[in-house]
């Protein structure tokens, strides 16, 4: 069942549009049946959890972004099993996993995460600092700035997630003709279960999908 799902979005969505499977609360098996169905990036909101599967699927080609809100604190648990992190949003988190690969001998890849609806509980960059955020950020040597990701408010209707997917879109045009130095904007990732369809329209190169993969979580 989930390897069908699989199948079905990865035929649906347009060329080059990639496919991360938001696997929060997911079980190894459960992603193993999604790696048939043809996923190759694994998106994990928890360090925790991510150490977990990480462990029990040995699968070659297999991508592990982190799309959660990362704490400086765990980047030491994150960095090592991570090909990307999704949701940069300060200075101080910039240097710790700048120090952190380092320690490790990599470059991560990582996209500033953006409030588009500058909701004040929400963490993000707010879109007006976004390019400033990222000239102080691009001088660090062991991260690199791919693109832009963002959650937008919560709304029932997809339709009301529009504007702010536009907002992160035309963001991410005015970084990329900026031609910033160690800076690759080629990641625009925005839009989930319920607004992927929207966002893709409005520019997403990059869709997190958790619920319509592996259904309403139990827990």
């Not at 790696?35 to 080609?61: Q, T």
């Not at 504007?163 to 925005?190: A, C, H, Q, W």
Request: contains cysteine; hydrophobic residues 40%; glycine residues 10%.
């Amino acid at each position: 069942m989930i390897e069908d799902i699989v199948r079905g979005i990865l035929a649906e969505l347009p060329e080059g549009v990639q496919l991360v499977a938001a696997a929060k609360t997911r079980t190894a098996e459960e992603i193993r049946a999604a790696i048939a169905g043809g996923l190759r990036i694994i998106g994990e909101n928890y360090y925790k959890e991510l150490e977990d599967v990480y462990a029990k699927i040995d699968e070659p080609g297999i991508e592990w972004h982190f799309i959660g809100h990362l704490q400086r604190n765990k980047v030491k648990y994150v960095a090592p099993l991570c090909d990307m992190i999704q949701t940069l949003d300060s200075h101080r988190l910039a240097d710790e996993i700048n120090k952190r690969c380092q320690g490790l001998g990599k470059v991560m890849p990582v996209l500033v995460e953006i409030n588009s609806g500058k909701e004040a509980q929400k963490s993000g960059v707010l879109p007006e600092r976004a390019v400033d955020f990222i000239k102080g950020i691009s001088t660090l040597e062991n991260i690199r700035v791919q693109g832009l990701m963002t959650m937008g408010p919560f709304t029932g209707n997809p339709e009301n997630s529009r504007p702010y997917f536009r907002t992160t879109k035309k963001l991410f045009d005015e970084i990329k003709g900026l031609k910033l130095p160690n800076v690759e904007m080629k990641n625009l990732s925005m839009g989930m279960t319920n607004s992927y369809k929207i966002a893709v329209e409005e520019g997403s190169n990059m869709v997190r999908i958790g619920t319509r993969i592996f259904g309403e979580r139990i827990h």
